[in-house]
């Protein structure tokens, strides 16, 4: 069995500052591991995924996040945060086979950007 | 297609109706799968294709809920006698490989409201 844990449910920073969205894992097998954004009324974007090469990660928009296995962590960074950046984001870890296709997705943290 | 296509968009229904909403994945993509998202809420698996097979219904919430791929392209959701708690967004998302760790391509969903 697998599960996906994102830290917190709402994080809230200013214009400019860094962000960090939280997402540990737990995988019987070695998994891919991605971070989707889902702004409002709109389908999941792939922001960027880990799929066992180099373990930090960059992405789309200035995100980037690093694959830390003796952590089992897969956080999301970004240096400064932009207005256009308030969203809900889900950590998702996949691993081969399983039930739903070996997808599990976390429950989501609402990024919230203040002007 | 450029990316997954979703229709309706918005659908109102009337309790006790029942609707189908449709889903056109990337051309080519073997896998296929639907969400269901709640206000406010986590995505909820309800089931997922490999060609025009459902290895895995378990997610589909009771026997009102039904779905079918067929071409290895175009899959239907069927929603049976609606209740208002079927009111949802309902996501579809396509993959390339399956037991693979390929991302998902996410339509933008079929928003039912069921009053």
């Known amino acids: 069995a697998q599960s996906v844990t994102q830290l917190d449910s709402h994080v809230s920073v200013s214009e400019g500052t860094p962000v960090l969205l939280r997402c540990n894992y737990s995988s019987s097998y070695s998994p891919s591991l991605f971070w989707y954004v889902q702004h409002p009324n709109k389908g999941l974007q792939l922001l960027l995924k880990?799929?066992?090469?180099?373990?930090l990660v960059k992405g789309i928009n200035g995100f980037e996040a690093e694959f830390k296995k003796s952590e089992t962590s897969f956080h999301l960074t970004k240096p400064s945060a932009h207005m256009s950046d308030a969203a809900e984001y889900f950590c998702v870890v996949r691993t081969s086979g399983g039930g739903a296709d070996g997808l599990t997705f976390g429950k989501g943290t609402h990024l919230i950007i203040q002007p | 297609g450029a990316g997954v296509s979703q229709s309706p968009s918005n659908k109102v229904t009337e309790k006790g109706k029942d609707v189908e909403l449709r889903c056109d994945p990337i051309?080519?993509?073997?896998?296929l799968y639907w969400y269901r998202q709640r206000l406010g809420q986590g995505l909820e698996f309800l089931i997922y294709f490999q060609g025009n097979s459902a290895p895995d219904k378990s997610g589909l919430p009771s026997d009102r809920f039904s779905a079918e791929r067929t071409g290895e392209s175009v899959s239907t959701l069927t929603i049976q006698r609606t209740q208002q708690e079927d009111s949802a967004v309902y996501l579809c998302?396509?993959?390339?490989?399956?037991f693979g760790t390929g991302e998902l391509f996410f339509g933008e969903g079929s928003r039912l409201t069921v009053l």
């Open positions: 880990y799929t066992s090469a180099a373990t």
């Open positions: 998302a396509s993959s390339y490989l399956v």
């Open positions: 051309s080519g993509h073997t896998a």
